[in-house]
């Protein structure tokens, strides 16, 4: 299938899954009905359950696939491993601690922007710590140490800010902020998201082009005229950014970043600066699917989409990997 | 006109020197062949020279500028550089591969343009293997693995390019077709600088030579006074020596032991 053929119909889904998710609710509403809700017209309580209450959710469950899988692909770029994620600098863990910090101080409480702030601010100063750690020279072997020592560390961090709940209610807020979830956002969260979002998108659709020469290696795209320490700095920045925003304002959404580039690879021929685009519409499918699932599953309660993200991320990551094993076994045979 | 000329130099990583006193100069239209033993430090000079590490003494001059203070897209204009080759684990086409070489002379969010291939297309054409253009670049042969490589470099429209032991596992065939285009690119006004574990082959195609054995030692000049036997001996620490084919080649061999005969 030619590139261009498989955007369009990832764009197409894209469309149709907001619009299906615009009518997903209490009060079920068909696509015709919200497409006119969306353009003002037709029963105003339509029109507001459509703009005001789940059109935010909506443009979230977009924003944020699509700045996760994007994160995945210039990642999986950045340090030629198919098996990289959004999480590999530590970026999520950071922003996740900076959220609990924020509702166990019970800041949270106070102020409706401290937690996407706090979150926001986390992600922000990992880049930091990291590239004061590893340097701002540092080969790949050491960044992913140093973003796997920061990640832990934030993990830790924010393990003992449950530990030390000053309530079981705040313990329980906490640990289900971390599950990641998209209810009951209105237009401030995608306010708060959006800077960053962007600023994640325009800086890795920029430097998406030096991808391909990296994959001969660091020193012959060096050779090639590519400025690697700035395309790692800049990759590092963008994916926190990104990773910032939207765990600022979603919690901890796993797998959708690692797994998503994969799916949309065989389509563009596996050219590392071809990705992105696909990736970014995939992502935004595939969590606006997730979202649509989250909310059809009948449970208790609303299964929330982190944990439906992990449920079904998990065996495909597995299979991931015993796919590798399987090449790897292939090449040592071939010899 | 010299394209890339050091004096004096001292190679090596952080604090710790590994080579001293080493002068090059790249002229257009010749080849300059790099020959030392295992370890002695030709890959370092290599990175030196191509700006990926600082010398710790001396400077590099591209042209009339000092590397140091060149962007990196300057010096990829300059100077070109051709990796050994080796599988990579992404698939594409012998001219996507070729393309990247215009990397160089592309904005941000630009993606190589009809010029960008042309340029690509007559590089493969300069080396004769414009038919593999959308062949899997995985899947030809090393040699023409490595033609591929030295296309890409020409594809960058450097005025000099370094070529890290180009026929290194290549079968015989190869290794002369490699050569043979190498030369070529000499004739056609580049200047060629390779690193190479056969004095033959410098004897083969080179004009100059510099060698760089243990002990700081470092000499260069044209290859017929500076490859003479003594020198590859003290090079090698073999003793070796030079001789003439009936057809004109120079071959290097073991000399022959001081029992026999």
């Known amino acids: 299938m030619k590139p261009a053929l498989s955007i369009l119909l990832l764009a197409a889904a894209v469309v149709l899954l907001f619009l299906i998710s615009l009518g997903i609710g209490p009060v079920q509403l068909g696509p015709v009905v919200v497409t006119k809700a969306l353009f003002g017209a037709g029963d105003p309580i339509d029109v507001l359950i459509v703009r005001d209450l789940r059109l935010p959710r909506t443009l979230l469950a977009a924003m944020i696939g699509a700045t996760l899988a994007l994160s995945g692909a210039a990642l999986q770029g950045l340090v030629r491993n198919p098996l990289a994620g959004p999480s590999i600098f530590g970026a999520p863990s950071a922003a996740a601690f900076g959220a609990v910090t924020a509702i166990g101080l019970g800041l949270a409480d106070a102020l409706s922007y401290a937690l996407p702030l706090a979150a926001m601010l986390g992600a922000l100063l990992s880049v930091g710590a990291l590239l004061m750690l590893a340097g701002a020279s540092a080969s790949m072997l050491t960044l992913l140490l140093a973003g796997l020592a920061l990640s832990s560390l934030a993990s830790a961090a924010v393990s003992l800010a449950l530990n030390l709940a000053s309530s079981p209610f705040a313990a329980l807020e906490i640990a289900f902020w971390l599950l990641g979830s998209l209810e009951d956002r209105s237009f401030h969260h995608v306010a708060m998201a959006a800077p960053p979002i962007l600023g994640c998108w325009a800086l890795l659709i920029a430097t998406r082009g030096s991808l391909r020469a990296l994959t001969l290696g660091e020193d012959v795209a060096r050779t090639s005229g590519v400025d690697v320490k700035r395309l790692k700095l800049l990759t590092v920045i963008g994916v926190a950014l990104g990773v910032g925003g939207a765990v600022a304002v979603a919690g901890a959404i796993s797998f959708v970043g690692l797994v998503t580039p994969h799916l949309v690879r065989p389509l563009v021929g596996h050219d590392p600066a071809r990705v992105h685009i696909p990736a970014m519409l995939a992502g935004a499918a595939l969590l606006l699917a997730a979202d649509c699932a989250c909310r059809l599953i009948p449970t208790t309660s609303e299964i929330r989409i982190g944990v439906f993200t992990a449920l079904i991320g998990a065996p495909f990551f597995i299979w991931l990997v015993v796919r590798q094993r399987g090449r790897d076994l292939l090449q040592t045979q071939g010899g | ?261």
Do not use: W
Request: proline residues 6%; aromatic residues 4%.
């Open chain 2, 1 to 261: 006109m010299t394209i890339v000329a050091a004096n004096d130099l001292i190679i090596g990583y952080g604090a710790i020197p590994i080579a001293s006193g080493i002068s090059i100069a790249l002229q257009p239209g010749s080849v300059t062949c790099l020959l030392g033993p295992n370890g002695v430090g030709k890959t370092t000079l290599f990175k030196t020279l191509l700006g990926l590490i600082p010398p710790l003494g001396g400077a590099v001059r591209i042209g009339d500028d000092d590397l140091a203070d060149l962007p990196r897209r300057t010096i990829a204009r300059r100077i070109a550089y051709v990796p050994q080759a080796y599988v990579s684990d992404f698939a594409y086409t012998v001219l996507d591969l070729v393309v990247m070489g215009r990397t160089a002379y592309l904005g941000a969010f630009a993606a190589p343009g009809r010029a960008d291939y042309a340029i690509a297309t007559d590089a493969l054409g300069a080396l004769g293997i414009a038919g593999l253009a959308e062949r899997d670049a995985n899947r030809i042969s090393g040699g023409q693995r490595q033609l591929a490589l030295i296309a890409r470099a020409l594809a960058q429209r450097a005025g000099a390019i370094i070529m890290d032991e180009p026929t290194a596992s290549l079968d015989l065939a190869n290794r002369l077709l490699v050569l043979d285009r190498i030369a070529g690119l000499a004739k056609d006004g580049l200047a060629v600088l390779i690193s190479t574990h056969e004095p033959e082959q410098a004897f083969a195609i080179a004009d100059r030579v510099a060698v760089i054995g243990r002990d700081n030692h470092f000499a260069t000049g044209p290859v017929d006074a500076v490859l003479t036997p003594e020198q590859l001996t003290r090079l090698y620490g073999v003793a070796l020596t030079v001789e003439r084919t009936p057809s004109g080649r120079l071959v290097v061999g073991p000399a022959a032991a001081p029992h026999a005969g």
